[in-house]
């Protein structure tokens, strides 16, 4: 984090400071100007406004946060208030502890959120979430008074002590703002609420009050800005004080008791009525009134001091302390901070006369600069006889480099001096003020009128040896500290004690001066630092104040000390007017012709400039033309060896196109063969995978179609056999029919017929088995080896059948030949049946074995080839 430190007026920016690591939320300065305080939640740091460098760090533990770090008013003591409820005062010097106030007791102990210091630093108010008031004295560093605020108070957010112009800085009246956004204004001392500002629907959010205690602002939670008149809220507050004469009235005379007017005689003396108690204390307090009159009329200052006893204490000590020398000066001064007149002869702008200051007071430091141009343009819009005093730098720049950083206080000081220190000055303007310089010579003359003859001797005037320490106000010829002890003199004495430094300054320094011859030494004598001791001239001084002749003492020929009005500044016109004016008519003329003189030589420079341009301009076309046909020569030569360079070029890049060329006609070539033979391989395999799918294809078709044939041949065959078997058993069964039917009558034949025929059938038939066996068993492994011939097998199976049963012719023939031999026969058939239907039963399961063979060959790719 940093802070800006911005000029009010130009608006500029001063300078940066940093240093903080979180949000600042607090800033004090210091009631000389020179010193602030910056305060954040973990530390508190030191700068110095005169360089904005930081000077001190206050570094607590992390565990202790700090609520606020600021500065007394009028004195030289920081506060410094934590979070833990310790609150410790420091030197701003040295930073030594002074003091730590005690904790509060135990029945009313809150923890401090907000504080507020009177005008003269002894009363300390401190509140923070409850509705009691802790009001400390900072020079008793105790605990003096516990104010209970009303039940609807909670919390307190801030507090501020409205000053009034007749309390000399112990403000009795107190603002408090609380949580419901009301702000109460209570005296401390009597404890009565004077009045309040804001209410509940539209409540306060910040609020601070005029300097002088005049006006509230208060900005509102809703946004908007309001501005009171306390003098329209309250008629206790800038009350002046009561007369300090009061007049006792009689008793009427119809009141009067005998008791009252009763005398007591006593030889030698006449005694007074007696009194009683009260009359007695109203007497007492009327003479202190009445002594007391005088002294406070002209010691009293308006911030509480009294001049009689800071004048002891500078003969004591010989300066103030320097914590309190700018609150003593102010006093002294009874400057009146007329911020309005001021801000309105700033507003002005810097004035005319002291626009190039710079050049004839080259000052180092910008921020000096500034304030003492503001101060003298200030001065000049006052009275415009400070436009044309050349020494005016000289004598504000002392009291400028000390109040730079106050700005108000630094006018009305610098104002303060010339009315009443500068008395007389200006008569004789714009010469050096003779009459003054006259009252210093008759002192000199009266005190050391060796030294004087010497001066006259050497043809030194008051003009030298007094003039450049008045116009100076000894700045040049003394240091800060000097400077410093002597102002406290100065400042806190009659007018006419400056006039009384300078001869005791010259008094003084007798020793060197008479040594000296010549005017350049004397010159350089008051004009530089010298080895004298200030305390010395001091001293000298209030000795010329009481010992000088009334006649000649400077005191009886200036007035006494008259301070500044409030509101608006006095009137300055202690100077010839007439003059002044003539001066000021005799400058504006001469600002008019140097004006006119400066427009004509601006436009004779303005022509001249206008022709050595133009000439420049022509050399410079000249020299460009010049430039540029040497340029073009260059270029025609660069032309033509680029134009060689690119004619090679082409040649190697046309020898570079034909070997591409020609490479890309063997790429292409070899490209086009490349992919012709890729086209060739493709359609080879394009080919390959015809074959290879119509060959899938044959073999599935031809796989089918033996499959087709071979269930359509298993299906012949099954009807086929199953024909037969019908058939088989048909004839069976017609001559089991015939033989029941016939059985009876030809049981003799087939007897006789069965044992002549027995043998030539058994024979027949054993034959018959033999051959029907063979040509079952051959047309199998034919057609086991053939199996694709449809025909055979339905050949063979024919032939088996007709083979596999009885001719009925060679029946009919053994029956015709032996009628026995019928009957036999037919029993030998019953009987060849039984056997023959088992033989076709064992034909019938080799048939299928060697058919079931067949159909795997037929299926089986390689078997089929083969």
């Known amino acids: 984090m940093f802070l800006t430190c911005m000029e009010i007026v130009t608006k500029e920016l001063v300078s940066w400071m940093r240093g903080h690591e979180s949000s600042v939320f607090s800033i004090s300065v210091h009631a000389s100007g020179k010193y602030a305080i910056t305060t954040s939640s973990d530390t508190a740091q030191l700068w110095d406004l005169d360089t904005f460098q930081r000077k001190r760090k206050l570094n607590i533990r992390q565990s202790v946060g700090i609520q606020k770090v600021f500065f007394l008013p009028l004195s030289n003591t920081i506060l410094s208030c934590f979070k833990d409820n310790s ?30 210091v009177t005008r003269d630093g002894r009363i300390l108010a401190a509140g923070g979430k409850s509705n009691h008031l802790h009001l400390w004295c900072l020079e008793a560093t105790q605990l003096f008074r516990i104010i209970q605020m009303p039940t609807k108070v909670r919390a307190i957010r801030h507090l501020e002590f409205l000053p009034d112009s007749f309390d000399a800085g112990s403000n009795q009246v107190l603002g408090v703002l609380s949580q419901d956004g009301i702000m109460r204004f209570v005296n401390i001392q009597t404890c009565k609420l004077l009045f309040e500002i804001g209410s509940l629907d539209e409540g306060i959010s910040s609020s601070v009050i005029s300097p002088h205690g005049r006006y509230i602002a208060s900005i509102m939670e809703n946004g908007s800005l309001n501005i009171y008149s306390v003098q329209a809220l309250t008629q206790e507050i800038n009350k002046p004080p009561p007369p300090l004469v009061k007049v006792i009235e009689d008793i009427p005379k119809n009141k009067l ?123 000049a819009h006052w009275s415009v006889i400070f436009s044309d005093t050349p020494y005016l730098p000289l004598l504000a720049f002392p009291f400028v480099k000390l109040f730079q950083n106050n700005q108000l206080i630094c006018f009305e000081v610098v104002a303060t001096l010339i009315i009443n220190w500068c008395q007389h000055w200006f008569e004789y303007f714009p010469n050096p003020p003779i009459n003054i310089l006259s009252m210093i010579e008759n002192v000199l003359a009266f005190h050391d009128k060796e030294l004087l003859q010497h001066f006259i001797d050497h043809d030194v005037t008051s003009q030298l040896y007094a003039w450049p320490l008045l116009e100076t106000v000894f700045s040049e010829v003394l240091t800060r500290e000097e400077w ?26 007798r020793a060197p001066l008479l040594n000296c011859n010549l005017k350049n030494d004397f010159q350089y004598f008051f004009h530089h630092r010298n080895n004298l001791d200030i305390s010395v001239v001091i001293r000298e001084v209030y000795r010329l104040m009481e010992t000088t002749p009334s006649d000649i003492h400077p005191d009886s020929m200036l ?19 007439f003059i002044v004016d003539y001066q000021t008519q005799e400058r504006e003329r001469i600002r008019n012709d140097e004006l006119d003189y400066l427009r004509e030589r601006q436009t004779v420079e303005d022509m001249q400039a206008e022709v050595d341009q133009q000439r420049v301009e022509d050399e410079a076309w000249y020299q ?32 570079v196109k034909r070997e591409l060329k020609i490479k890309e006609i063997h790429l292409q070539d070899a490209a086009r063969r490349r992919f012709l033979k890729l086209q060739q391989d493709q359609r080879e395999m394009e080919l390959r995978r ?21 269930r359509e041949d298993a299906d012949v065959y099954r009807r086929k056999v199953d024909l037969e078997e019908h058939m088989f058993h048909k004839l069976i069964e017609t001559d089991q029919t015939q033989i029941q039917r016939t059985q009876k009558w030809k049981e003799a034949e087939e007897k006789e017929f069965y044992l002549r025929s027995e043998k030539k059938t058994a024979a ?54 032996d009628p026995s031999a019928h009957i036999s026969v037919n029993r030998r058939t019953i009987e060849w049946d039984t056997t023959g239907q088992d033989l076709i039963k064992k034909v019938r399961n080799l048939r299928q074995r060697l058919t079931a063979q067949a159909r795997n060959r037929c299926q089986t790719p390689g078997l089929l080839a083969t």
């Open 624 to 655: 460009k033309q010049e430039l540029l046909h040497k340029a073009e020569e260059t270029r025609r030569a660069m032309l033509l060896q680029e134009e060689e360079k690119m004619i090679q070029q082409r040649q190697r890049l046309a020898a």
């Open 764 to 817: 027949l038939s054993d034959a018959s088995r033999k051959q029907f066996l063979n040509r079952e068993i051959s047309a199998a492994v034919e057609h086991a080896e053939n199996p694709c011939n449809k025909e055979a097998p339905r050949f063979q199976n024919e032939q088996v059948a007709s083979s596999c049963l009885p001719r009925t012719s060679q029946l009919n023939d053994i029956s015709e030949m």
């Open 690 to 710: 015809l074959d290879d799918e119509i060959g899938r294809k044959n073999l599935a078709r031809n796989q089918e179609a033996v499959a087709k044939e071979m």
């Open 87 to 116: 609150i410790f005062a420091w030197e701003c010097d040295t930073l030594f502890c002074k003091y730590q106030l005690p904790a509060p007791p135990e029945s009313s102990s809150i923890l401090y959120k907000v504080f507020a």
């Open 484 to 509: 410093l002890k002597l102002f406290d003199n100065v400042f806190s004495n009659h007018p006419s004690f400056l006039l009384m430094t300078v001869v005791a300054y010259n008094v003084c320094s």
């Open 559 to 577: 007035d006494a000390f008259v301070a500044l009005t409030k509101g608006q500044y006095p009137v300055f016109n202690q100077y010839p007017k």
């Open 257 to 379: 008791s005998s008791v009252d007017l009763k005398m007591k005689v006593t030889s030698g003396r006449v005694q007074q009525p007696a009194k009683s108690r009260e009359s007695k204390i109203q007497t007492r307090i009327l003479k202190q009134d009445l002594t007391g009159n005088f002294e406070s009329k002209e010691n009293e200052l308006s911030d509480g001091l009294n001049k009689k006893r800071l004048q002891i204490l500078l003969k004591g000590y010989g300066e103030y302390p320097t914590k309190y020398r700018m609150f003593i000066w102010r006093s002294l001064l009874q400057l009146p901070e007329n911020h309005t007149a001021f801000s309105s002869l700033i507003d002005k702008g810097t004035h005319v006369a002291f626009l190039n200051l710079q050049k004839k007071y080259p000052i180092k430091s910008r921020k000096l600069l500034r304030v003492l141009q503001r101060t003298l343009s200030a001065l």
